[in-house]
T-cell receptor, first 113, second 113 residues
Framework: DAGVTQSPTHLIKTRGQQVTLRCSPK?????VSWYQQALGQGPQFIFQ???????QRGNFPDRFSGHQFPNYSSELNVNALLLGDSALYLC????????????FGQGTRLTVV | KQEVTQIPAALSVPEGENLVLNCSFT??????LQWFRQDPGKGLTSLLL?????REQTSGRLNASLDKSSGRSTLYIAASQPGDSATYLC????????????FGKGTLLTVNP
């Protein structure tokens, strides 16, 4: 049983560019959440997708957008990259309820230069 | 706004020692609490999930307790091993946060052989 998979594992981008990160949820899961983890900090919630809709959003600017596909996989897009966007981006999948366990992928390390 | 605090920020112990990691949260109206392990530069591995109606959960050498009314959880690790060295993160769902997990900054554990 494949767990949560993310691609790519590492990425280097230049300020002002755009980036797309991808996530495939654990088998059977239909809810995908994205988190940003800066060095030495706990992950911060970006948004959650369920039934191809953004169900909840954290305190991130509109430069951060996402999408969920009919097969439950998801993309995170970040436009107009800033140096401060450099972080580990984590994808989590779960069942849709509030009492379910979240499973995380290995993350994508984004470096903006 | 839910806030999660983990104490201590770092802990170094000799192999074989029993240890306790602490987590506190400000809003007790949570749905569940989850403990994760994170190796350097890697994703999160779920260790234990405690539902709001539960007092504790056990998995192997790990035991997590939850006191929702006081806003506290502890992770007890028995007979620590060098392989336990990692950052341990506590996260809560609920408390006004709805579907998102709110994380602490983690405790960096080093187990010395």
């Amino acid at each position: 049983d494949a767990g949560v998979t993310q691609s790519p594992t590492h990425l280097i981008k230049t300020r002002g560019q755009q980036v797309t990160l991808r996530c495939s949820p654990k088998s059977g899961h239909d809810t995908v959440s994205w988190y940003q983890q800066a060095l030495g900090q706990g992950p911060q919630f970006i948004f959650q997708y369920y039934e191809e809709e953004e169900r909840q959003r954290g305190n991130f600017p509109d430069r951060f957008s996402g999408h969920q596909f009919p097969n439950y996989s998801s993309e995170l897009n970040v436009n107009a990259l800033l140096l401060g966007d450099s972080a580990l981006y984590l994808c989590a999948s779960s069942f849709p309820g509030m009492n379910t366990e979240a499973f995380f992928g290995q993350g994508t390390r984004l470096t903006v230069v | 706004k839910q806030e999660v605090t983990q104490i201590p920020a770092a802990l170094s112990v000799p192999e074989g020692e029993n240890l306790v990691l602490n987590c506190s949260f400000t809003d007790s109206a949570i749905y569940n609490l989850q403990w994760f392990r994170q190796d350097p530069g890697k994703g999160l591995t779920s260790l234990l999930l405690i539902q709001s109606s539960q007092r504790e959960q056990t998995s192997g050498r790990l035991n997590a307790s939850l006191d929702k009314s006081s806003g506290r959880s502890t992770l007890y690790i028995a007979a620590s091993q060098p392989g336990d060295s990692a950052t341990y993160l506590c996260a809560v769902m609920g408390g006004g946060s709805n579907y998102k997990l709110t994380f602490g900054k983690g405790t960096l554990l080093t187990v010395n052989p």
